[in-house]
């Protein structure tokens, strides 16, 4: 039997395993006329029989011919056989409601189902929303990525692998695995999809950080900001690197350089991404502190507690220094206030484990 940490090996540092289309099982019209359609980020809906899959394509044969679109670029699909519930889930996970989707999934009964392509969909989304679910709770991560890479070590044809090896680098994360979470980012960057490349680097940069590497986890942020690629997936990533440079800056004795790039950000960011908000705030709070300035670190932090309540992982991070910086400055209620909130609310995070 070929052991764990070969099988990770194979899997996700050799060379890029997904060059072909494997055939799907049924590739005739679905029954009773119905068609399968893939809903595109650009271009009209595709409407036909999807024909074959890979981690990066799909496959769709449209009356007498035959479209290959990039799954990156599929913004939906929907199969003919698809059972409702298995659509409900699709659209539930899209609203990061992983629990009701599971639901959902649980529910569906295996008559209700025979073609194979979406028999991998229900095991997929199971799997994906368990595992999403292990990284709120903190519960069963383990058996949660065994699972997931199982499923990646037998589907490695799937549309889903890249998704499924993100969040096995994020259950690799909570886990206190930095270094099996970085062999799965940096299959990310097999893809040939630029903007997957960029976040590749910089999960990777985030992974080196938890080590406390900063000089190479500051080159891979780098390497993402200094990229030409100019759409909103990069430049997406180009804030999430010069946030996590920021962090690096921190760390390496240069909290005023930290400082002057994210106060650049707040003022160039839309105040409705809470998401990159929760970040910034996050990463100025850490600045602050390395800076011995800790009532502004304070206001820094519950800019996130305050302001961002559904961003989870941010929030556990801002009331982790809470606790801390409360105590700082004699304020010991506050700072008990924040501890306690922080294992009641997100026992699961590695920031209530520290």
């Given at each position: 039997m070929i052991g764990r940490k070969v099988l990770i090996e194979r899997l996700f540092t050799g060379m890029p395993l997904f060059l072909g289309i494997s055939l799907v099982a049924q590739v005739t019209w679905a029954q009773g006329g119905g068609l399968d359609t893939v809903q595109r980020a650009k271009g009209p809906a595709l409407l036909g029989s999807v024909v074959g899959t890979s981690a990066t394509h799909i496959e769709i044969q449209v009356k007498d011919r035959r479209e290959k679109v990039s799954v990156f670029e599929v913004t939906r699909l929907m199969l003919a056989e698809d059972p409702p519930r298995l659509r409900r889930a699709r659209d539930l996970v899209q609203q990061d409601q992983?629990?009701?989707?599971?639901?959902?999934?649980?529910?569906?009964?295996?008559?209700?189902?025979?073609?194979?392509?979406?028999?991998?969909?229900?095991?997929?989304?199971?799997?994906?929303?368990?595992?999403?679910?292990?990284?709120?709770?903190?519960?069963?991560?383990?058996?949660?990525?065994?699972a997931l890479l199982a499923f990646a070590t037998s589907h490695r044809d799937s549309r889903h692998f890249y998704q499924a090896a993100e969040l096995l680098g994020d259950l690799a994360t909570a886990r206190g695995a930095p270094a099996e979470a970085t062999k799965f980012y940096r299959s990310l960057a097999k893809a040939d999809w630029p903007p997957l490349t960029m976040k590749s680097a910089v999960l990777i940069g985030v992974s080196l950080q938890s080590e406390s590497k900063w000089s190479d986890a500051a080159k891979q942020f780098d390497q993402?900001?200094?990229?030409?690629?100019?759409?909103?997936?990069?430049?997406?990533?180009?804030?999430?690197?010069?946030?996590?440079?920021?962090?690096?800056?921190?760390?390496?004795?240069?909290?005023?350089?930290?400082?002057?790039?994210?106060?650049?950000?707040?003022?160039?960011?839309?105040?409705?991404?809470?998401?990159?908000?929760?970040?910034?705030?996050?990463?100025?709070?850490?600045?602050?502190?390395?800076?011995?300035?800790?009532?502004?670190?304070?206001?820094?932090?519950?800019?996130?507690?305050?302001?961002?309540?559904?961003?989870?992982?941010?929030?556990?991070?801002?009331?982790?220094?809470?606790?801390?910086?409360?105590?700082?400055?004699?304020?010991?209620?506050?700072?008990?206030?924040?501890?306690?909130?922080?294992?009641?609310?997100?026992?699961?995070?590695?920031?209530?484990?520290?």
């Open positions: 992983y629990e009701n989707a599971l639901k959902e999934l649980v529910a569906l009964q295996s008559t209700e189902v025979t073609r194979d392509l979406v028999l991998e969909d229900i095991e997929y989304y199971r799997l994906y929303c368990e595992g999403r679910l292990a990284l709120r709770t903190g519960e069963n991560q383990k058996v949660r990525q065994e993402v900001m200094n990229d030409s690629l100019a759409t909103p997936d990069a430049e997406r990533y180009k804030i999430r690197a010069r946030v996590g440079k920021a962090y690096c800056q921190a760390y390496l004795d240069d909290p005023a350089g930290g400082i002057q790039s994210l106060e650049g950000l707040v003022a160039q960011q839309d105040p409705q991404d809470a998401e990159s908000f929760s970040r910034i705030y996050n990463a100025l709070g850490t600045c602050y502190r390395k800076a011995n300035r800790p009532q502004d670190a304070i206001l820094a932090f519950l800019h996130v507690e305050i302001l961002f309540p559904n961003q989870a992982e941010a929030r556990a991070e801002a009331l982790f220094h809470l606790g801390q910086l409360w105590s700082e400055v004699r304020q010991e209620e506050r700072a008990t206030q924040a501890r306690n909130q922080l294992k009641t609310q997100y026992s699961g995070s590695r920031w209530a484990r520290q």
